[in-house]
């Protein structure tokens, strides 16, 4: 299908040209970032969210809502090649607060740009549920450092027994770095991510199912609530964590601080 970009473009408060450059890639890249919160109320209330791109142009463009990882990334996707970029999905695995040695399986998804004119493909991201998430591609190069400001990024290789270069997206936290999670460069088709979609929306033990996690980049801040806790992360470092009295305050909270069009008469599992 062919999206509305104009209607895109005012969801995310995005004004420009919009041309296959690396400028218009970083800057629908923060705009999106800023303009669209992550959510996953679809799992926590019992069912799968559609990647269909009329379904996701429908709830994340013109319904008020966002998304997870597969529905920013897939219609950031079909937004930068509609502009006219070449765009490869990947799929990552989430090393993000693990415990050492714990391996999780590749549920996150990704990709790659490739930019006219530029001598290196682009790391695009803009469905990574943390406060480490890029705020802007970063050149797909290794030991590339990004100042995304206020955030900082690298991407270095990771130790592997695979026969493909690991990559490793890092975030700079409290001077030193943070690994976010780890991928190869191996292409992934929509078919790969309906099926881990679906286990991710579905399966009894997946975290998603388990609690509403939301997040919302900020001029200033991000905010990120966890169930019912919530923390709001300034630029400078500072962090601020309240308690939620229960799950009407949690949904208050999510239509007044995260921006998000609840379904009407929702209500969050106790």
Same mark, same amino acid.
């Given at each position: 299908?062919? @999206?509305?970009?104009?209607?895109? &473009?005012?969801?995310?408060?995005?004004?420009?040209?919009?041309?296959?450059?690396?400028?218009?890639?970083?800057?629908?890249?923060?705009?999106?970032?800023?303009?669209?919160? &992550?959510?996953?109320?679809?799992?926590?209330?019992?069912?799968?969210?559609?990647?269909?791109?009329?379904?996701?142009?429908?709830?994340? $463009?013109?319904?008020?809502?966002?998304?997870?990882?597969?529905?920013?990334?897939?219609? &950031?996707?079909?937004? @930068?090649?509609?502009?006219?970029?070449? $765009?490869?999905? *990947?799929?990552?695995? $989430?090393?993000?607060?693990?415990?050492?040695?714990?391996?999780?399986?590749?549920?996150?998804?990704?990709?790659?740009?490739?930019?006219?004119?530029?001598?290196?493909?682009?790391?695009?991201?803009?469905? &990574?549920?943390?406060?480490?998430? @890029?705020?802007?591609?970063?050149?797909?190069?290794?030991?590339?450092? *990004?100042?995304?400001?206020?955030?900082?990024?690298?991407?270095?290789?990771?130790?592997?027994?695979?026969? @493909?270069?690991?990559?490793?997206?890092?975030?700079?936290?409290?001077?030193?770095?943070?690994?976010?999670?780890?991928?190869?460069?191996?292409?992934?088709?929509?078919?790969?991510?309906? $099926?881990?979609?679906?286990?991710?929306?579905?399966?009894?033990?997946?975290?998603?199912?388990?609690?509403?996690?939301?997040?919302?980049?900020?001029?200033?801040?991000?905010?990120?609530?966890?169930?019912?806790?919530?923390?709001?992360?300034?630029?400078?470092?500072?962090?601020?964590?309240?308690?939620?009295?229960?799950?009407?305050?949690?949904?208050?909270? *999510?239509?007044?601080?995260?921006?998000?069009?609840?379904?009407?008469?929702?209500? *969050?599992?106790?």
């Amino acid at each position: 299908m062919t @999206l509305d970009l104009d209607a895109y &473009f005012a969801r995310i408060g995005w004004t420009g040209n919009p041309r296959p450059t690396l400028e218009v890639l970083r800057s629908l890249h923060r705009a999106h970032l800023i303009g669209i919160p &992550f959510e996953n109320l679809e799992p926590v209330l019992g069912s799968a969210p559609s990647l269909a791109l009329d379904d996701l142009e429908a709830k994340l $463009v013109h319904g008020g809502r966002g998304g997870y990882c597969y529905e920013h990334n897939t219609l &950031f996707s079909a937004v @930068l090649r509609q502009i006219g970029f070449s $765009v490869t999905p *990947l799929t990552a695995r $989430v090393v993000l607060g693990a415990a050492p040695g714990d391996i999780r399986p590749r549920t996150h998804m990704l990709m790659r740009v490739d930019v006219a004119g530029e001598p290196h493909p682009y790391l695009a991201d803009v469905g &990574f549920g943390a406060v480490g998430a @890029l705020l802007e591609p970063i050149e797909l190069v290794e030991d590339a450092e *990004l100042s995304d400001a206020p955030r900082r990024h690298r991407l270095v290789h990771a130790p592997h027994h695979g026969p @493909l270069p690991l990559w490793e997206l890092q975030a700079g936290q409290g001077g030193s770095w943070e690994p976010q999670y780890d991928f190869t460069l191996d292409p992934y088709e929509k078919p790969d991510y309906e $099926v881990i979609n679906w286990f991710i929306a579905t399966h009894p033990r997946s975290p998603f199912r388990q609690a509403v996690y939301a997040q919302r980049t900020r001029i200033g801040s991000h905010l990120a609530l966890s169930g019912l806790d919530l923390v709001e992360t300034a630029d400078d470092g500072t962090i601020r964590e309240r308690r939620l009295e229960d799950g009407d305050e949690a949904l208050r909270v *999510l239509t007044d601080d995260f921006g998000i069009r609840l379904p009407e008469g929702v209500r *969050l599992p106790e």
